[in-house]
């Protein structure tokens, strides 16, 4: 085993705090495309809708709708990756670590300790009134209202419901932000799994953990802008990486 390997064992084993840092390619394993490596071309006929679009127009909304519920079609019956397990183990064993996962697609979700999970983007199995603070699961609202002309809220009749994925254009939440921060900054060890860290806000907590000292380790498929700030960049599929560091 190289020491880069070894090291990030060591560091896995160790009692020292962990923020967790994923996208894309995160799910991969779990057969989910890439957003940038699409090669079945999901995303081309799913392209995503900018929130300005969605507020203004009663077209997009639909597309925003069904480009959803297609993401929900193609997640269902995907189970988690390895490397998802791993560090939801590594949560329940100290709720000291944290994981800031930029996917929707809930792969990553920890019963135990939901809250040491935060979803920068939302998630598409809820949906929401942008007006009021009513919610509902994606598909329940949809089955129940999808022969209406536009999605709007049952409960203050004006608002419009959106899937809880947060699009382009769109602010992410408040408070999810503040403890993605916080934990970033409080860590020890900042590992990134699968993210090209090219998305802002997103790649600022890289930057926050690196400013309060934390040891940095990426672990992605290709390179990053951020691979000069890291102690240990391993650039190969996270399969790979598991089965180095099982
Ligand atoms: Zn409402």
């Known amino acids: 085993m190289n020491t880069y390997f070894k090291t990030l064992k060591s560091i896995l084993e160790g009692k020292d705090a962990i923020t967790f840092f994923s996208g894309a390619g995160l799910s991969v394993s779990s057969g989910l495309p890439d ?45 988690p990756a390895k490397m998802h397990n791993l560090i939801n183990e590594l ?11 930029q996917n929707i697609d809930g792969l990553h979700k920890n019963t135990e300790n939901p809250n040491n999970v935060l979803e920068l983007h939302g998630n598409i199995f809820n949906c929401g009134c942008l007006t009021c603070s009513f919610e509902s699961t994606t598909l329940d609202f949809y089955e129940k209202y999808k022969n209406e002309a536009d999605m709007l809220c049952p409960s203050c009749l004006e608002g419009l419901i ?74 190969d599929d996270l399969e790979n990486i598991y089965e180095q560091i099982k």
């Open 91 to 101: 949560i329940n064993k100290n709720t000291k670590n944290f994981h800031i996962t």
């Open 162 to 235: 959106k899937v809880k994925t947060i699009s382009f254009g769109q602010s992410l939440d408040q408070n999810i932000l503040s403890i993605a921060h916080q934990a970033s900054a409080k860590a020890k060890n900042f590992i990134v799994m699968g993210s090209s860290l090219k998305v802002s806000p997103a790649n600022s907590f890289i930057k926050v953990a690196k400013a309060n000292e934390a040891k940095i380790i990426i672990l992605n498929k290709d390179k990053t802008p951020f691979d000069d700030y890291a102690d240990i960049v391993i650039n």
């Open 35 to 79: 957003f940038r490596s699409d090669k079945d071309g999901f995303w081309k006929s799913n392209t995503p809708v900018h929130f300005r679009d969605f507020i203004n127009n009663s077209e997009s909304r639909k597309k925003s709708w069904e480009n959803n519920l297609a993401i929900h079609k193609k997640i269902s019956g995907a189970v």
